[in-house]
């Protein structure tokens, strides 16, 4: 709760409001503004498993204010090129790491040896990328990198990668594709994926257009195919954005976004359409893992506990600035209005609710 007081010590307002243990300074009105402590690791975690029921994992390029790069030079990572052309630095340094040669490393290597690596990769090319790893459940960093967990092995394995070099269009990018091909190759020889289970969108004029309602389609046919059991990976090699927040959920003001193909016509894809229709309704059981290497990635899925490959942080925390419940109740708003049960104007009078509430 929020505790305003007067210059005299004299309670005059009683919100409710989750937010960070701080003691702040109005100078205007000199008002003393007590709040109270953050949610508890356990209480973020509870939430998380009632509101995104399937355990979503996150590999981002960098940081939500750094930017991706494109790499000149695939061969220089020691990757597959299989269109001889340039890569993505997030995709070739992960690759080069777990699949250098076309083949899996002697020894495993845990998440947070993975991502380090990753770092020391970038940072040898020139790249000051800092890669991190986030998630819907504090996952064990030191446990094995695997797209499969073992419990999941006898499940069907789905793949959704989307591939845009912006063609012609200002802003061409050249690492995309092989980006695609790369990682398609990657999880059909490593971890089992079959080709008929990989869906994907490239504008190379031979796979489906990745528009934006194609790849929000691709996202909710793997949802609605998906069982508990299953396993799904997602990939996206574009360009990503920011876009001024809509529902005041972002503390920055900004939405993180990815870019379609047709963004200037259908517009931009925004974390909240990430989490509405991606995140949110993937099955309870299902694991899925996603790799955005674009800029302004890190919170794109909106997911509750990080890990930052900066060399200072041994283990997952949640996220800061997290607080589940205005999150909660934009997806309940969206879920009763999707069902038919609240009018328009009650969903923009719920939106309203949440400006100024700061959720990541």
Partial sequence: ??????????????????????????????????????????????????YIPATVRM??????????????????????????????ACTSSLLQILYADHKKPEVDLSFQETLLAMRKVLSAKGFSQIPQLSSSRPLDINQTFDLVPPEHVSGTRRAVVVAINYV??????????NDALNMIEYIKDVHGFPEENITVLMDDGQHTEPTRDNILAAYRKVVRDSEPGDVVFTHYSGHGGKLRDQDGDEKDGYDETLVP???????????????????????????????MDCCHSGTVLDLPFEFVADGEQTEMHVKPDFDPQTLINLF?????????????????????????????
């Fill in 168 to 177: 012609g269009q200002q802003g061409e990018l050249r690492g995309c594709h």
């Fill in 1 to 50: 709760q929020l505790l305003v007081f007067d210059d005299k010590e004299n309670l005059v307002k009683q919100i409710q409001y989750p937010a960070c243990k701080t003691t702040l300074r109005d100078t205007k009105d000199q008002h003393r503004i007590q709040t109270s402590i953050m949610p508890t690791r356990e209480e973020v975690l509870a939430k998380a498993e009632e």
């Fill in 332 to 360: 309940q708003a969206f879920q009763t209005f999707s069902n038919g049960e609240c009018s328009p104007e009650t969903l923009m009078e719920q939106a309203q609710m949440l400006k100024g509430c700061n959720i990541l």
């Fill in 59 to 88: 590999i981002s390029g960098c940081r939500d204010e750094q930017t991706s790069a494109d790499v000149s030079n695939v061969a220089s990572f020691k990757l597959p090129d299989p269109a001889g052309r340039a890569g993505g």
């Fill in 261 to 291: 193909v047709d963004y200037a016509s259908s517009g931009q894809i925004r974390d909240d359409d990430l989490f509405k229709y991606l995140v949110a309704p993937m099955a309870a059981g299902v694991v899925m893992t996603c790799l």
